[in-house]
């Protein structure tokens, strides 16, 4: 079982940054790969990014490509999405999750966060 706590969510204007982070109780930390999702009232669930467990390899939706930055540190099992340049339609709860394996770019993970939000306000 691994427990997945967010933190960083809150209240931005358009155009600024946030950074949010997740700590993960696995023992193994570095066995697990870590995403990032977001979730917009009456949407589905929208993977954003992903990260390998060596931290070797990440992934990213085209819709925060350029602007969102996934990383990792294993020594201290947490990983960190930095968000820039955000927009209204950034908008949502955020999550993260862990699965033993590769990076998949979907809903199907192991493991969830409580989730943390972020409003964008114009």
């Known amino acids: 079982q691994v427990q997945l706590v967010e933190s960083g969510g809150g209240l931005v204007q358009v155009g600024g940054s946030l950074r949010l982070s997740c700590a993960a109780s696995?023992?193994?930390?570095?066995?697990?790969?870590m995403g990032w999702f977001r979730q917009a009232p009456g949407k589905e669930r929208e993977f954003l990014a992903g990260?390998?467990?060596?931290?070797?390899?990440?992934y990213y939706a085209d819709s925060v490509k350029g602007r969102f930055t996934i990383s990792r540190d294993n020594a201290k099992s947490t990983v960190s999405l930095q968000m820039n340049n955000l927009k209204p339609e950034d908008t949502a709860a955020y999550f993260c999750?862990?699965?033993?394996?590769?990076?998949?770019?979907?809903?199907?993970?192991?493991?969830w966060g409580q989730g943390t939000q972020v409003t964008v306000s114009s």
């Open positions: 990260i390998s467990g060596s931290g070797d390899n990440t």
């Open positions: 999750a862990s699965r033993l394996g590769i990076v998949i770019q979907n809903k199907w993970w192991d493991y």
């Open positions: 696995a023992r193994t930390f570095s066995s697990y790969a």
